[in-house]
C-alpha cells in the first residue's frame, strides 16, 4: 500500500510498491485517471507478455494533482524478450507517440 502524500501533494521518496488493485484505487478517483489507467493496464499486459516483472510510475500521476497529463514510467528490463516486444514500445519518436495514442 503506497504511504499518504506529503504536505506539498507528493509521495515520500523512494519505491513503493502496489498491487494493481491497489494502485487501481489509490490512483483512480476521476474520469481521466480512470482513462490513463486503462492505458496503463495495456501497457502492462503487454509488458507481462515478454516477461516484464516490475515497473515503476511516477510523475504528476503518483501525485494528488487532480487531472494529470500523463504518467511517467519505466520498466525492468532484466528478463525482458525484447525482441518480442510490441515495435511501437521502443519507437521514442513523435510518430511513434502519435501510434501509441491512436491505440
Known amino acids: 500500500m503506497n504511504p499518504d502524500f ?5 509521495l515520500p521518496a523512494g519505491v513503493h510498491k502496489a498491487s494493481w488493485s491497489e494502485f487501481k484505487n489509490r490512483f483512480g478517483q476521476n474520469a ?13 499486459v503487454e509488458l507481462s507478455k515478454v516477461g516484464c516483472e516490475a515497473v515503476y510510475v511516477d510523475g504528476s500521476f503518483v501525485t494528488r494533482k487532480e487531472i494529470p ?5 519505466c520498466w525492468k528490463m532484466d528478463k525482458v524478450m525484447v525482441e518480442d516486444l510490441d515495435p511501437v514500445l521502443l519507437d521514442y519518436t513523435e510518430s511513434g507517440k502519435r501510434r501509441i495514442e491512436q491505440k
Open 32 to 44: 481521466k485517471r480512470v482513462w490513463l489507467l486503462e492505458g496503463l493496464h495495456a501497457l502492462l
Open 69 to 73: 497529463g500523463d504518467y511517467d514510467l
Open 6 to 10: 506529503t504536505s506539498k501533494g507528493n
